[in-house]
């Protein structure tokens, strides 16, 4: 059987001058995706009637389903509705079951019922209702230029109440023997380029109903392998024999798989090990304290950090030798192992991160410029340090030592196991 | 003059099985609009040669402007340049130049350079480039159709960067007979709604050539006011005169205009005031400090702060009482108040903000719900306080409370003027 197709359309001038962001679209994408249906395009389009027919014509005469959100609310500007009995070319027709119903709603709600319910009351001839359990406007199916078209509201509760209510069982009737298989390989710590060199002769071999991607970002670069096709054992099968050998070549820089982020491994694994843990930060400012009390549960791992961002912090808080920092300066691998040190008796914990460096984009010098950055983590016992050279954009310096802050921990952690 | 139109496209397979969520077309859209350019489709297509060319001809014969972001990173995936190369009917041309600043770049990463490289170094003849200031991958500039097209990463802080830096100054060159001005006013504090009531009778009475909008965005809404026609002067006046109108009437709302951030107006107030800050924070984790921080040269006004999601680290820091914790709790006014002493001592300042509450989603209590949280700000002879009852989304909560903190400490500050 071919792979079924889809465009989805979303309507609204809202979307086109950048007031209200699309999140519709990537939603019933990754939802088809996962039903093994494949989003050929996704198209923004104005409350314009020329603009919506042109974008129904296209999509109705390229996919098998054509999905619009968008333009059903009962106010003046959403001209959905007859737009599409234009473009079906049929009349449009008073529902007295909706106009009934609605009233009810209106009522019991309180509200005043308008001459405007009485308009808003009138659907294209013959169109086919999705039941729509959060809300008053309904959904609408109809067929034409052999494709089935499916219009929702753009209000996200109610469409995502639509679409898997009474969207998704269609959908499955229709579409039993394909079959997809994803996986998301989480790597941090190298760049695209070189992990892209690493794998070369492993991608340069994948086998043509199996897709491989890089999604890089900020010191992280995520691996995706998707597999297509009707037999859904191969399929699996396929992705775990890549997913196996990408491993065997780049395992080290795995952190983990599909939504895992390293804030949540790293306190997966603290958690594990019972362990306690501070952050001693500079140059990161407190972002790295941000990241792992972004996890819900992290006051269980967590006691707190001290941001020293003055060097008299450094000395006063952190315990941070004058000497070291006269002789050494405040972003060198002495510092970051004494800021570990302070921070564990300070904090009062089993391990700790520090962080120094120049966030910049200003304050390098020739020896140390813009982006030079010391990360360590470690016990009483036993300190790892890193040293990064970044760029000179200061929130990525921030966010890129962050995350590869939280790494070095990771490694850390795994080097005692 | 005839209204300028654009196109915008995304490529990339990630977009269209939802992996990733298009954020940058909402963001272009956006910057168009503010200058006047009208956004008439937004397009999301698949890495494929044959769905680029067709998306790329519909947007250059429609629009006088088309922008396309996505699939220009080194990796196999990316066929961007080879198709525009294709679509433009042009030769692919080794660039020498950018094949040794990449690779100067890899080596200062500590990479090794391998044979990807040089094919990466490849871009269609006569290329016009716009500089990348935050990554490798250049911005592309070309003319078909009679449109000018404009070819940008994916990566959003590369594809901000040129759109900043190179393709506003393009766009404004070409854009001279068209005025548009606006003024974006940001108040903090207070809901959409109930600013939109406050301000109900001067929005109604705005003529048609100047719009209005409210955009909101956890604890901040910006309101925009966007003029458009011939005559700068008279809508320079006009923006002035309904300015100056919402200032009379919300004024205690509004802590900056346009770009402004309430992190970098607390920092000037504290430069002017010449004041070093310091934060305690337990509810939000580092967050104020992050955002304190991610300003450039907020080393000359902030020291430091203490992360204390321990009561232990509060009371052993931050010299909070234990009784005070015992008899009111952590998330109480009178341990904010402490955890603001205990900054300024511990920290050396003459100013400190503090957080303390329940970020969530668990932890409540009924006297207590998820969302309860306390602020503080204040020296040592004076210290406001706040206290917040906020919603149950964690990630929400802790962005709230940093912004409403900051804000806190700007109106200690206008206290003691």
Redesign the interface.
Known sequence: MKEKTAYLISIGDE?????????N?????????GLGI?????????DKEN?IIK?LNEASSSADFVFTTGGLGPTLDDITKKTYAKFLGVEMEFNEDFYNKVKAYVKMRGGEIKEMLYDYSFFPKNTVFLKNRVGSAPGMLFNKNGATIISMPGVPPEMKSIFTDEVIPLLQKDNKDFYLV?K?ILTIG?????I??KL?DI??SIPENL???????LGRVRL?L?AKGKDKEALEALVQQYSGKIHDRIGDLIFGYENDTIEKVVGNMLKERNLQLA?A?SC???????F???V????AY?????????N??KE??LNVNKKTLENFGAVSEQTAKEMVAGALK???TDIAIATTGI????GGTPEKPVGTIWLAAGTKDDIKTLKL?L??????N?ETSTVLALNLLRKFLLSKK
């Open positions: 979307l086109l001058i950048g007031q209200v962001r699309d999140t679209s990537s939603w019933i994408a990754e939802n088809l995706t494949s989003v050929k395009k996704i198209i923004a389009v104005q603009e974008a994803k998301t190298e760049l695209e380029a070189v892209a060199d070369k991608t340069d897709s491989f991607a890089y999604l890089p970002n995706r998707t952050t930060e990161t400012g407190g972002n790295v304290a941000h792992i009390t972004s819900s549960g992290s006051s967590f006691k707190g950090s001290v941001v020293s961002y003055a008299e912090t006063n808080v300070a904090i009062n966030a910049g984009p200003t050279q760029g000179k954009n200061r929130l990525k921030i």
